[in-house]
């Protein structure tokens, strides 16, 4: 049953049309990748709000604020709260609508940033960050429900890696557009008017195209909807009810908890700091400090999409089992890193190129468990996906 699986899914590999599928799947990286630009602007525009020297203009206001970290781990506050019931509900009643309110939610607080920061403080920007991180605690759990309703299994790796790998594109045209807004005329609280907008606008767009399961599509066509559900290896059920005593003494999933766990503790990490360590320790200015923060999540986005690409062609042919090409991808992704980050400690300011470098591999690698860490869960039991996911993310 297996092998015929996998030769249905190669011959649609080599003769598949651009589908319904694809334009959910192009609509869930639009929400990555908005999501994560909107998490990640503050790590540069936090220096622009309190250097005075990061913008030429006097109209542009900066604060003596000496609790940027405080600010900045502010979001995480928030995000970690609704993990796992927003993968519970999105994996009950479907992710369309939960997706679109949060997201509107998180950008409308965005546009307050800005003039409050100079009424309260700081204390408002970390009050708005908590609210935007509750908000986009529904964006990552509402993946894998995606892809337990739309994507076929020799297809979850390229499309699973595509959708998630937006959030390091997200993250470089961040880093690059908030360099550039910072130093402008416009100034960093321009940073956070432009993402609110793009993401308000996703919302109307994915609210006039976007839907739950094929079920649902009316205009989808006959021979893709029996494909998806043909090659899908189990029945996908929106009530069935969560085993919640079988996730938690899953061994495999356990597992699979551990691994995310340090996964996501070292990426928010450099995250979050790169800018900071670019701006104090290496000594570079605003517009060097975006274009140079973007370039390892360019390399990550890139290695990430090549191998999966090169993961499902090989579980398709037969060449190694899906859990030998997870295993695999997880260990590039975790590894190359942990070694280069190693020797970044060794690194100064006398040796800035080095360190650049160094950072580039370490995260760059890193997106290799996209195929991974990441679609894991989906293997593990596409039932309960987004639930499986809010607990690994929360």
Same mark, same amino acid.
């Given at each position: 049953m297996v092998n015929s699986l996998r030769t249905r899914c190669a011959i649609w590999f080599l003769d598949s049309p651009f589908g319904k599928r694809h334009v959910e799947a192009f609509s869930f990286f639009l929400a990555v990748f908005l999501g994560f630009s909107i998490r990640v602007n503050l790590s540069l525009t936090i220096v622009a709000m309190t250097d005075p020297n990061a913008n030429e203009y006097e109209h542009i206001p900066t604060y003596d604020w000496k609790n940027r970290n405080v600010i900045l781990s502010s979001f995480f506050w928030?995000?970690?709260?609704?993990?796992?019931? $927003?993968?519970? *509900?999105?994996?009950?009643?479907?992710?369309?609508?939960? *997706?679109?309110?949060?997201?509107?939610?998180?950008? $409308?607080v965005g546009f307050l940033i800005p003039p409050l920061a100079g009424i309260w403080g700081s204390t408002s920007v970390i009050v708005f960050r908590v609210i935007q991180g509750l908000c986009q605690g529904f964006i990552l759990p509402s993946v894998p429900c995606f892809m337990g309703n739309w994507v076929p299994i020799g297809e979850r790796g390229r499309i699973g890696t595509f959708v998630y790998a937006a959030g390091p594109l997200g993250t470089v045209f961040s880093m690059l557009i908030a360099g550039v807004i910072? $130093?402008?005329? *416009?100034?960093?609280?321009?940073?956070?008017?432009?993402?609110s907008i793009l993401g308000i606008l996703w919302c109307i767009f994915y609210a006039i195209i976007g839907r739950n399961t094929p079920a649902e599509h009316p205009r989808i066509s006959r021979q893709e909807r029996e494909y998806i559900e043909k090659t899908a290896a189990?029945?996908?059920?929106?009530h069935m009810p969560t085993p919640w005593k079988a996730i938690f003494t899953s061994v495999p999933f356990l597992a699979l908890f551990f691994s995310y766990a340090c996964f996501i503790f070292g990426f928010w990490v450099l995250l979050t700091q790169i800018p900071t360590y670019m701006n104090e320790i290496l000594k570079f200015n605003i517009r060097k400090n975006g274009v140079l923060s973007a370039l390892p999540y360019i390399l990550q986005w890139v290695t990430g999409l090549t191998l999966s690409i090169i993961s499902d062609k090989m579980i398709l042919t037969?060449?190694?089992s899906i859990w030998t090409a997870r295993k695999t991808m997880n260990a590039i992704g975790m590894l190359i890193p942990a070694l280069a980050l190693i020797l970044l400690g060794q690194c100064s300011k006398d040796t800035s190129e080095v360190a650049v470098i160094l950072l580039i591999i370490a995260v760059g690698a890193n997106g290799a468990t996209f195929c991974g860490t990441f679609i894991n869960n989906l293997d593990l039991s596409p039932n309960f996906a987004g639930v499986l996911y809010g607990i690994m993310n929360g």
């Open positions: 928030g995000y970690v709260i609704p993990q796992i019931g $927003a993968g519970w *509900l999105m994996t009950r009643y479907g992710p369309k609508w939960f *997706l679109i309110v949060s997201m509107f939610l998180g950008c $409308a910072s $130093a402008s005329r *416009l100034g960093w609280p321009w940073v956070f008017h432009f993402f189990w029945s996908i059920k929106r037969d060449i190694i």
